[in-house]
Nanobody
Framework: QVQLVESGGGLVQAGGSLRLSCTASRRTLSNSAMAWFRQAPGKERQFVAAISWSRGTTYVEDSVKGRFTISRVTDTVYLQMNSLKPEDTAVYYC?????????????????WGQGTQVTVSS
């Protein structure tokens, strides 16, 4: 069973930065696309960013484009979040799929982390 472990969440003031990390428990994910989703209180989980395996192709949701960057090194995926806003407050989830091509839909991802809380104060 693959496990994904997120870290790096916390409390930050608006305009600040955080970097989230997600590491897979084993190297089964060496040929897998990975992504970040988030869920704010009372809202559905939404796509944030995804990265493919082979070419490192990335997709970033429009509301965070220019502020968030996704990257990866083998089994670890990162989400660099700059210029954070209060509306970025959410639980951030790491996800992986058994396919090298990145997708932006939650249902395309089979493996999920437990989530890490990001809180941005105004």
């Amino acid at each position: 069973q693959v496990q994904l472990v997120e870290s790096g969440g916390g409390l930050v003031q608006a305009g600040g930065s955080l970097r989230l990390s997600c590491t897979a428990s084993r190297r089964t994910l060496s040929n897998s696309a990975m992504a970040w989703f988030r869920q704010a209180p009372g809202k559905e989980r939404q796509f944030v960013a995804a990265i493919s395996w082979s070419r490192g192709t990335t997709y970033v949701e429009d509301s965070v484009k220019g502020r968030f960057t996704i990257s990866r090194v083998t089994d670890t995926v990162y989400l660099q979040m700059n210029s954070l806003k209060p509306e970025d407050t959410a639980v951030y989830y790491c996800a992986a799929r058994s396919n090298p091509l990145a997708r932006t839909t939650e249902l395309d991802y089979e493996f999920w982390g437990q989530g890490t809380q990001v809180t941005v104060s105004s």
